[in-house]
């Protein structure tokens, strides 16, 4: 009499056990799918529902550089997609097409955007790097009338050439004459004299960096601070993180806001001394520091603060990391060395106090090796704008309304489709029409800034090009004709890209006198 409810349980059993089989087959067969589809497209990796690629992103998220760049060699278009958790989705690109498309032809619709500028908005407020519309346009209408005045130009050339005679040289000098030759760390130094350039240009303020014997003002360690936490930011997976951290007020984000209270509190005294020191003097003519200049068009003190923040931002790390990656790659390249000595030699500077300045207009060959090394390492790896609505870049991929969009430069210098087969090699002579010879002028070719945008392009293009430019053939000339770089460690350094880029645990060298 039993049976039949037995068989009737052994029935529900079955059923269930089945309608759980056939729920597990289609999960396994939706997520084999969803993987499966990524990897045959090749233009994003793994996604899966709910979760998007979370899981992938946050596997490589101490190797995005890496990753970003095995997924864009992969990619037909050099273009992916990236969805995270919560996030909007990221479309990263390395096609020279997509980045002009980005940053100029539908420049209007990819802003930098809120989400972007809430990243840097706590350090850099409404300033020129990060703001959006007539803010930004207003002071990019300021600074570029500023940076193409030639009273600018000269000043920061005298600037350069002060600190490298009286600073820079002779800090090398000690390291050189020291018994056995001491050992001294090259980004450090380098990075060191570039805050010194940066703070006289933009505030009239000399914070004296380059003397060793001291510990650096609290508004450089501050500056390092403030940059690494906020660029650490945009590598959590989901934006709540940091902004509980920041709401609560623990954490990096307690350190950030103390690094960040410091600078804001440094800069504005200094611009309120300023303010007095023109009261007294009355007329601005001469004053030539950036400070000046925005204080003498009516500007706030608080809209002056983040202007000249960004331009200190913008100018204090970004030469010195090229340079240093530069040295270390001459130090490889015994040849390419030999022949920026030759075309300073050329320029008959040696038994002068320095280089003049249309001697640095026609160091091209030292040009194309400071280009040739920040494309392989550029100061900014990645850079980010949010569309303000649908769209669809030149290979296809199609952009919805608030998708963060990065363009690459990292990824870009490391493109066989981009650069040849020989993307890997450091090699200046890239960069001309035709290699040059021994006593014919090299001319430097036409290379779209959309390809190479390490200095951004379009509208945005930066403003202080040629002045880096400047500043470091001035450098590597001077530096070179006087000193031998001699690295210590013979491994690769790594690249550490945060706001700017650095090379992790320094350049640690000798310096040696050079005979001649």
Known sequence: LQLPKEKTKNSKMEILTAFLSILLTLGFILIFSCSTKALKQQTKPPSYPLIGSILSFNKNRHRLLQWYTDLLRLSPSQTITIDLLLNRRTIITANPENVEHILKTNFCNVPKGKPFTDLLGDLLGGGIFNSDGELWSSQRKLASHEFTMRSLREFTFEILREEVETRLIPVLSSAADYCGGRTVDFQEILKRFAFDVVCKVSLGWDPDCLDLTRPVPDLVEAFDVAAAISARRATEPVNAVWKLKRFFNVGSERRLREAIRTVHVSVSKIIRAKKKCLDIGGDVSDKQDLLSRFLAAGHNEEAVRDSVISFIMAGRNTTSAAMTWLFWLLSENDDVEKKI????????????????????????????????????????????????????????????????????????????????????????????????????????????????PVFQAGPRVCIGKEMAFMQMKYVVGLVLSRFEIIPLCKNPPVFVPLLTAHMAGGLKVKIKRRKH
């Open 341 to 452: 000595l030759e075309e300073v030699r050329n320029k008959g500077s040696l038994g002068r106090p320095g280089l003049g300045f249309e001697d640095l207009r026609e160091m091209s060959y030292t040009k194309a090796c400071l280009c040739e090394a920040m494309r392989l390492f550029p100061p900014v790896a990645w850079d980010s704008k949010h569309a303000a609505n649908d769209d669809v870049l030149p290979n296809g991929t199609h952009v919805k309304k608030g998708d963060k969009v990065t363009y690459f430069p990292y990824g870009m210098g490391r493109m066989e489709k981009v650069w040849g087969q020989d993307w890997d090699q450091f090699k200046p002579t890239r960069w001309f029409d035709e290699e040059p010879n021994y006593g014919t002028k090299p001319v430097l070719k036409s290379v779209r800034s959309f390809k190479f």
